[in-house]
C-alpha cells in the first residue's frame, strides 16, 4: 500500500462523512470535466487536495461573468469540499511538494494536454514503479490510444464528432445544434468517478493500483445509445426530431394555451390513459395509432393530433389531468424555475455552503444519496492557494522550507484569509 503521511505541525482535518472518508485524492484537473470526476469524490467524502498552476490558477476562475464577490461562480461550483494549494510544476520545489503529496495519495487525478504529465516526471509509469497501489486516472479529449491520441477536445468538439449535433434541433436538415449543457465533460466526470471507485474496489481485493481513463469523444458516445441502436441496426443516421423520440410516441413536449409542458404517453397503458386526460378517446381506435409501432410511422399525424388539443386549455389543466390518471408529464421549467421546484428543494439539490471570505454560497446538492453514510457539502472552494501553507505543514514541510518555497516562486499561498462574518 502507499508509504504512511509524514509527522506534520499540525494535525490533520476530522476525516470528512461519507462513504469515501479516508481516501485521499491528489487533483490535478482544470475547467469541467476533471473537477466534475473530483467533485463527485470531494463530496461522497474523500480528501480532495486541488493543486492549480502558477501564476493563473484553474481556468475557470477567469470565467466571468458572473462572479460572487471577488470570486469566479464557475469555480465555486465544481470545486466546493476541495482544500486548495498552488505549485509551480516547472520547478524543483513544486515538484518535490507534488511528490511528498502523490506518496501519501490513494488517487491522482489529472486532465494535462497528452503527453504534459510525462514531460514533468508524473506520467502513470513512472509513478507506478514507487507507488504501486496508486490509481491514477486521466481525462482527455479523445482517450491515450487511437488516431486522434495526440489531439486536445472540447465538449463542442466531442458533441459534434460523436453524432449528437447531427440530430440535435428541431428537424431533420436543419442547423446542426450543441446541448445546452456541456453533457460530454460532465459525463467524463461520472465515468471517471465510477472507473476511479471500480479500480478502488479491485486494489482494497488485491493491493493493486492501475491507470483508469476516460475522454470526452467517449462521454459524448455513451450518450447516443438508442441513435447508435438505430444507426447499427439500419445503417441508417438518426436526424433531429425536436424533443420527440426516436424509438417511442407520444414521448414529447407539447404546447398548452400558455405554456409547454412534456408528457410520456408511449407504452399502451400510458397511451390510452393519456387520451382519456385529452378527451380524446376516438384516437386510439384510428388505426394509424394503434400500436406503438403504428404511432411512430406516423409520428407528424400524430404530433399534429395532440398538439391540437393541447393547445386548447391551460397547462397547468393539463399537467392535472394527465397526473389525476398516473400518465408521466411535466412542465417545461426554466433554470430558475428548476431550481426552486419544491422537489429539488426537498432532495437538498440546491444547498448553501459557507465560504471563507463569501459566508453562505449556493450551489448544487449531491445526486446520490446513502443510508448510512450519507456525504455532503461541507466547504466552499478554496480562495486561489488558501491551504498551501496549511497543507505543506500537514505534510511534513517546515517553516524555513515553506518560506524557501515561496521565495523561490515554488508555491504560492494566500495571505491570512479574513473569515467573512
Not at 22 to 35: E, F, N, Q, R, S
Request: charged content about 25%; glycine content about 10%; some cysteine.
Amino acid at each position: 500500500m502507499n508509504k504512511p503521511r509524514p509527522a506534520a505541525d499540525t494535525q490533520p482535518p476530522t476525516c470528512p462523512p461519507g462513504p469515501l472518508a479516508g481516501v485521499k485524492v491528489i487533483d490535478l484537473t482544470h475547467v469541467m470535466a476533471g473537477p466534475t470526476c473530483t467533485l463527485m469524490l470531494a463530496d461522497m467524502g474523500a480528501e480532495v487536495i486541488k493543486i492549480e498552476k502558477w501564476p493563473s490558477g484553474d481556468d475557470t476562475r477567469h470565467s466571468v461573468p458572473p462572479k460572487i464577490g471577488d470570486e469566479a461562480a464557475s469555480f465555486l461550483m465544481m470545486n466546493r469540499n476541495k482544500r486548495g494549494i498552488v505549485l509551480d510544476l516547472k520547478t524543483d520545489g513544486g515538484k518535490e511538494v507534488l511528490r511528498r503529496l502523490i506518496a501519501d495519495a490513494d488517487v491522482v487525478v489529472e486532465n494535462f494536454a497528452p503527453g504534459a504529465m510525462e514531460r514533468l516526471g508524473f506520467g502513470y509509469d513512472a509513478l507506478h514503479k514507487d507507488f504501486p497501489a496508486l490509481i491514477y486516472c486521466s481525462l482527455s479529449g479523445f482517450g491515450r490510444t487511437g488516431p486522434y491520441k495526440h489531439r486536445r477536445g472540447f465538449d463542442l468538439v466531442a458533441q459534434a464528432m460523436s453524432g449528437i449535433m447531427s440530430f440535435t434541433g428541431e428537424r431533420p436538415g436543419g442547423p446542426p445544434v450543441k446541448c445546452g449543457p456541456p453533457l460530454s465533460d460532465i459525463t467524463a466526470g461520472l465515468l471517471a468517478a465510477m472507473g476511479i471507485l471500480a479500480a478502488y474496489a479491485h486494489r482494497l481485493k488485491t493491493g493493486e493500483g492501475q491507470w483508469v481513463e476516460t475522454s470526452l469523444f467517449e462521454a459524448a458516445l455513451v450518450q447516443t445509445y438508442w441513435q447508435s441502436t438505430i444507426a447499427l441496426a439500419t445503417d441508417t443516421a438518426p436526424r433531429a426530431m425536436g424533443s420527440a423520440h426516436p424509438l417511442n410516441a407520444p414521448y414529447q413536449a407539447f404546447e398548452a394555451s400558455d405554456g409547454w409542458l412534456v408528457v410520456g404517453g408511449a407504452n399502451k397503458k400510458n397511451w390510452l390513459l393519456m387520451l382519456e386526460a385529452l378527451g380524446a378517446a376516438e384516437l386510439a381506435a384510428d388505426p394509424r395509432f394503434v400500436n406503438g409501432s403504428d404511432r411512430m410511422a406516423h409520428s407528424k399525424e400524430l404530433e399534429a393530433e395532440l398538439s391540437r388539443r393541447f393547445r386548447t386549455r391551460t397547462r397547468d389543466h393539463w399537467l392535472a389531468a394527465l397526473e389525476e390518471k398516473g400518465v408521466p408529464c411535466g412542465p417545461v421549467n426554466d433554470m430558475l424555475q428548476a431550481l426552486s421546484d419544491p422537489q429539488t428543494l426537498a432532495r437538498e439539490m440546491v444547498v448553501e455552503v459557507a465560504h471563507s471570505t463569501l459566508g453562505p454560497v449556493k450551489t448544487i446538492g449531491l445526486p446520490v444519496k446513502f443510508s448510512e453514510t450519507p456525504g455532503k457539502v461541507r466547504t466552499g472552494a478554496p480562495v486561489y492557494g488558501e491551504h498551501t501553507r496549511e497543507v505543506l505543514r500537514e505534510y511534513g514541510f517546515d517553516q524555513s522550507q515553506i518560506d524557501t518555497f515561496e521565495r523561490e516562486g515554488a508555491v504560492f499561498a494566500a495571505k491570512a484569509v479574513p473569515k467573512s462574518g
